[in-house]
């Protein structure tokens, strides 16, 4: 917790102390006898300083007395603070009133109810400050333990852009490699795809989010890079609805799907991918429907794989509680229904 928050805690806590003692004059039920040489107003003043003194002492010497390997130790050392705090509060308080009071010197015999009275508000004051060290110590380990885990998975959504981007780099590399190969026209084109893929895979992709706008340009590029490959410009349909511009999103958390619909899809449909984008009413829909080649069996399930684990797991922690992802199988096809909400 940061030094300022620390401080405007024990302010507060010290205001409704003070305030507490100064209760009785507000609601105008003081002895008017007390507000005689101040005496009230001594004895309230007075009162919160040694309250101060007995609250710090605890308050800075149960960190160390909780690292005590011994619990006899620390039961002993415990008692000790005690014994002196009281023995210090009743000798402050003797002499105060001795030397600033206008009590006769009968009146100011030693007693044992002096005791007593600083026994209680060393306790009282002592459980306060157990209790606000506390506070403070959950404070900061819930902000530890934040930090912690917005490491972790920034460090797991790393690692997952480091799974995903060699995957996509080396399939198009092979692509282009067979376009090369068969001295194909279409070779150049494919180039300047891979070089649209790879600036936003280098580039884009780092950020957090990107504008819709670039990730549907990548799912595009993607899409013709493979459509070169297939020889079917009309294998796969893409519609996009809605404001796209206006949008946002995590890089490259579409592109698994598209990539697994390629991976299981068979070549006996026209189209064979039917790919649905919608930005409307606060929400993106992104829907992938694929045909399965034939003689795909149950072990062959395309929801079984490696992507489409990672991307839930990307899902999980860049849109947790702001996303819905349906996956399902029928005879002849494979979907994916991805909702994301603003």
């Not at 067979?178 to 780092?206: F, G, H, N, Q, W």
């Not at 449909?269 to 039917?274: D, E, F, K, S, T």
């Not at 395309?302 to 005879?331: C, F, M, V």
Request: proline share 3%; charged share 20%; net charge positive.
């Amino acid at each position: 917790m940061k030094r300022k928050n620390i401080i405007i805690i024990h302010f507060f806590f010290w205001f409704y102390i003070i305030n507490q003692g100064l209760f009785p004059l507000y609601i105008g039920q003081l002895d008017k006898e007390l507000l005689v040489d101040n005496k009230y107003f001594k004895d309230v003043f007075f009162s919160a300083i040694l309250n101060m003194v007995s609250f710090y002492t605890i308050y800075f010497s149960f960190p160390r007395l909780m690292k005590f390997r011994s619990r006899i130790l620390a039961v002993a050392a415990s008692l000790i603070i005690i014994i002196l705090l009281i023995a210090f509060r009743t000798t402050a308080e003797y002499y105060f009133w001795k030397v600033f009071g206008t009590l006769s010197g009968k009146e100011m015999v030693f007693k044992m109810a002096f005791v007593w009275d600083n026994l209680r508000l060393v306790i009282i004051t002592g459980i306060y400050a157990i209790l606000i060290r506390f506070m403070i110590n959950w404070f900061e380990s819930q902000k530890l333990r934040s930090e912690l885990i917005n490491q972790q998975q920034a460090s797991e959504l790393a690692l997952m852009k480091s799974q995903v981007n060699p995957h996509f780099l080396f399939n198009t590399l092979n692509n282009i490699y067979s376009l090369v190969y068969r001295k194909s026209d279409e070779a150049p084109e494919a180039l300047m795809k891979l070089s649209s893929i790879m600036r936003y895979m280098l580039y884009d992709s780092a950020a957090q989010k990107v504008p819709l706008e670039k990730e549907i340009e990548y799912l595009k590029s993607f899409i013709e890079l493979q459509n070169l490959r297939i020889k079917h410009p009309d294998f796969v349909t893409l519609h996009i609805e809605g404001n796209t511009e206006s949008w946002t999103i995590a890089p490259m958390l579409l592109i698994s799907f598209v990539e697994n619909a390629f991976k299981h899809s068979g070549k006996n449909h026209r189209p064979g991918i039917l790919i649905h984008l919608t930005a409307l009413h606060g929400k993106i829909n992104f829907a992938v429907i694929n045909y399965l080649r034939e003689g795909t069996s149950v072990n062959d399930d395309p929801s079984s794989g490696i992507g489409l684990a990672t991307i839930r797991r990307r899902l999980e922690l860049i849109y947790p509680g702001k996303h819905k992802l349906l996956i399902s199988r029928e005879a002849e096809t494979f979907r994916i229904n991805l909702e994301i909400t603003h």
